[in-house]
């Protein structure tokens, strides 16, 4: 499993930890909104699905209890460390 990968190239139902945003590839009103809703380094994150017909966009993520969805242009610009999956006893 790779140490760190962007978002938008993370797994479907992978978990994962976000440890570095480009703020610089993201406007001031977008990087507000995306520290709003929980996005930010150290943040939890699971991808759950992303858009069809070949765009890929939107993706939805998962950010703590909420489910909120990112252009794919974000999500290249966050990166993120994956989780490994744990199974329980």
Do not use: C
Request: no cysteine; proline share 6%; aromatic share 4%.
């Amino acid at each position: 499993m790779p140490s760190s990968t962007t978002l938008d190239l993370l797994s479907i139902r992978q978990s994962a930890e976000v440890v570095a945003i480009d703020w610089t590839a993201i406007s001031d009103n977008e990087g507000r909104r995306l520290r709003a809703l929980g996005i930010d380094v150290g943040a939890p994150v699971e991808k759950l699905y992303k858009g069809m017909f070949g765009m890929n966009d939107p993706i939805a993520l998962k950010v703590g209890r909420m489910m909120i969805a990112v252009r794919k242009s974000h999500a290249r610009a966050i990166s993120v460390s994956p989780v490994a999956e744990t199974i329980p006893a």
